[in-house]
Structures are given as C-alpha cells and as structure tokens.
T-cell receptor, first 114, second 113 residues
Framework: KQEVTQIPAALSVPEGENLVLNCSFT??????LQWFRQDPGKGLTSLLL?????REQTSGRLNASLDKSSGRSTLYIAASQPGDSATYLC?????????????FGKGTLLTVNP | DTEVTQTPKHLVMGMTNKKSLKCEQH?????MYWYKQKAKKPPELMFV???????INESVPSRFSPECPNSSLLNLHLHALQPEDSALYLC????????????FGQGTRLTVV
C-alpha cells in the first residue's frame, strides 16, 4: 500500500523567505505526482504535476522536483507572500491498474507572516 | 476553462432526508471522481466514472449512490446518512482515468444532523 508522508506538518515563515515543502512515498512505481493547494474549507487547486518520466516542473515562483529512487518530492516556493498561506498537499498515483487513484499526504499547513 | 463546479456549497440534512450533490465540468474530461475529506484529513477516493460508466467503487456504503447522466455531469445521491458522514465532498475530473492532471471543484460541505 502506497504511503505518502509530508514534512513538516506546519510551517510558519516571514514574508519574502524561500521555503521547501517535503513529500516522501514508499512505492517508487509512481505514475505521476501532483501538488495541490487547499485554502480552509475550500477545494483543491492544482499547482504542479510531475509525470514519472520528469524530474521537475516550474510555474512562476513554484518549483517541484521528483526523485523516484529516493522516494521524495519537494515543492520550492520562492519569495513567499502572505497570500501563499494555505495547506499544501502532495498526491500520487501508481503505475499499473491503480493509476486512476490519487493517494494524498496529510499536508503541510503554511503560514506566511507579513 | 479548468473549472469544476459543485453545487450546493453547503448542505445540512437530517438522517431521513434524501439529497443530491452535483458536479459539472466542460473541459471534455471523460473521467470524473468523488472524494470525501474529513476535517484535517486528506481526501479519500469514493467513486470513479470512466466514459460515463462506474468503474471504481471504493467499498462505499450504499447510502451513497453516484450517477453520471452525461459526460459533463456527475451526481452523488444521499439517503439515510449518518452524522459521521459529515465531511467535505469533492468532485474531480481528468482527461481520462489514467491521465495526468486532476482538477478539483470547491467542494460541498455536508452536515448530517
């Protein structure tokens, strides 16, 4: 069974700081990995998708990397802003017959202080 | 347009009520999903529809009944729910069941009293 772990569970930083959120997984046979943002009581907003053949993806101030051999992904946020405050979830699907199913980590609650 | 629209945003229902949650997307996606998210927990998959047919039921109780009337719409019919079913219900879609990016709606906050 795929397990997804996100560290830290919560992170508080001052505005302008660069930060890294971590995601680790137990099964390296992943199909793809997706990072989401969730604001309190709201749905999920897709941030970045990394397919199994890729090593990283970038969108604006966000950069996500994937290292299948070590079972890790990181989300790098540059020049953080108070509007970045949210819960960040990583989710992955496995290769093979279960590639429809996203398994989520428990998330990292990020607070960016002005 | 990368939007998945869910209605209603909030729903309070009694244990004897029948209600429905609705989800709509116009991205041409042929896979649609229902997820359930309890407070401070990650989302958990309930159902998968592939080309308007139910392909996956993750052992969900029969008091939850999904329906996919066409390629753009997905419903979740609720009947005889329990208070522990109170949660955020999320709809998602992707181009195909095995395709890459999943797009989620804003969810329906369900409270069962």
């Amino acid at each position: 069974k795929q397990e997804v772990t996100q560290i830290p569970a919560a992170l508080s930083v001052p505005e302008g700081e660069n930060l890294v959120l971590n995601c680790s997984f137990t099964d390296s046979a992943i199909y793809n990995l997706q990072w989401f943002r969730q604001d309190p009581g709201k749905g999920l907003t897709s941030l970045l998708l990394i397919q199994s053949s890729q090593r990283e993806q970038t969108s604006g101030r966000l950069n996500a990397s994937l290292d299948k051999s070590s079972g890790r992904s990181t989300l790098y946020i540059a020049a953080s802003q108070p509007g970045d405050s949210a819960t960040y979830l990583c989710a992955m699907s496995l290769s093979g017959g279960s590639n429809y199913k996203l398994t989520f980590g428990k998330g990292t609650l990020l607070t960016v202080n002005p | 347009d990368t939007e998945v629209t869910q209605t209603p945003k909030h729903l309070v229902m009694g244990m004897t009520n029948k209600k429905s949650l609705k989800c709509e997307q116009h991205m041409g996606h042929r896979a649609m999903y229902w997820y359930k998210q309890k407070a401070k927990k990650p989302p958990e998959l309930m159902f998968v529809y592939s080309y308007e047919k139910l392909s996956i039921n993750e052992s969900v109780p029969s008091r939850f009944s999904p329906e996919c009337p066409n390629s753009s719409l997905l419903n979740l019919h609720l009947h005889a729910l329990q208070p522990e079913d109170s949660a955020l219900y999320l709809c998602a879609s992707s181009l195909q069941p095995s395709a890459a990016e999943a797009f989620f709606g804003q969810g329906t906050r369900l409270t069962v009293v």
